[in-house]
């Protein structure tokens, strides 16, 4: 793996009114590295995703600490102006939501929402911009990418907007993406295609991930480094093997023993490659 830091986030806290509801977490993410966060409902990791992404409402939450972002140059996220983020969404980080609607304009065709975006940032014809979204669906498993690209978000179902949303957040190749439960709505099969070109992509874009899940299973076979959240702090940092062989913290041990042996081998890990 190449030595270099992506992303640092130093300490951060995140508060709502009185409520701490992220605690004083640090983690380092390195270049081509997917970092799972686990952890459970309502521990934190959406909200630190969204403090990650700059999408925390000043007036509602107050953030603390630093995120240290290292991509075209070394940036403090926590500080940086709305104009700055519109260059910074996309193309140093990207986020998967986990909820597709939330990212999908209503009443846009996807071909439309795709190409503005793709060309609002790239000199691109519109012929050559529809190839280049027609390729990023089929990457993401739609035989018929045209037919999706006609589509508004109502006509396709929640695990097709996952793989929409999908496609559309790796079209500006970002250095970071961040997948909030990126799969959730998928069936099995989806799911390990979707998984397993993601992992494929990551490695060609030459991209880290900061990958959000319940699934286990998904962290022992894409994971490089686990953290493990509860109630606002992380309690565990640690490289899959690591984790896998010495679970410490009680809840992480709690946690991994939810997961069938079958899985939890670390043949299973290694035969993937
Ligand atoms: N928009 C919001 N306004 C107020 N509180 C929020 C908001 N979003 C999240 N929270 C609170 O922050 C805490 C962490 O929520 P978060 O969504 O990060 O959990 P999570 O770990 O992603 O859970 P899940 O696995 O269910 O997605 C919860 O107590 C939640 O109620
Ligand atoms: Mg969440």
Request: proline share 4%; hydrophobic share 40%.
């Amino acid at each position: 793996m190449i030595d270099q830091m992506v992303l640092k986030v130093n300490n951060l806290t995140i508060k709502r009114g009185e409520n701490i509801l992220v605690n004083n977490i640090s983690f380092p993410i390195y270049k081509e590295e997917i970092f799972c966060l686990v952890g459970e409902s309502g521990s934190g990791k959406s909200i630190t995703s969204r403090a990650i992404m700059g999408l925390l409402h000043k007036s509602r939450f107050k953030v603390e600490g630093n995120i240290l972002l290292n991509t075209r140059k070394a940036m403090d996220l926590t500080k940086q102006t709305e104009k700055e983020w519109q260059k910074i969404r996309g193309e140093d980080i990207a986020l998967i939501y986990q909820n597709p609607t939330l990212a999908l304009h209503p009443f846009l065709k996807i071909g439309t929402q795709m190409t503005d975006m793709l060309r609002s940032r790239k000199e691109l014809s519109k012929k050559k911009a529809l190839e280049e979204i027609y390729k990023q669906l089929s990457l993401m498993n739609f035989p018929d990418p045209k037919k999706i690209a006609n589509s508004f978000p109502s006509q396709l179902s929640g695990g097709m907007n996952q793989r929409v949303m999908i496609s559309m957040s790796l079209l500006l190749r970002p250095a970071l993406l961040i997948a909030d439960e990126p799969t959730t709505g998928l069936d099995t099969i989806n799911q390990k295609k979707i998984i397993e070109r993601l992992v494929e992509l990551k490695e060609k874009y030459k991209m880290s991930i900061l990958f959000i899940t319940h699934d286990l299973r998904i962290v022992s076979q894409i994971a490089d480094k686990v953290a493990v959240m509860e109630d606002g702090q992380l309690v565990e940092v640690e490289p899959l093997s690591v984790i896998q062989k010495r679970p410490q913290h009680p809840y992480t041990k709690e946690l991994w023993k939810q997961l069938p042996d079958f899985w939890r081998k670390e043949e299973f890990h290694d035969s993937r490659s």
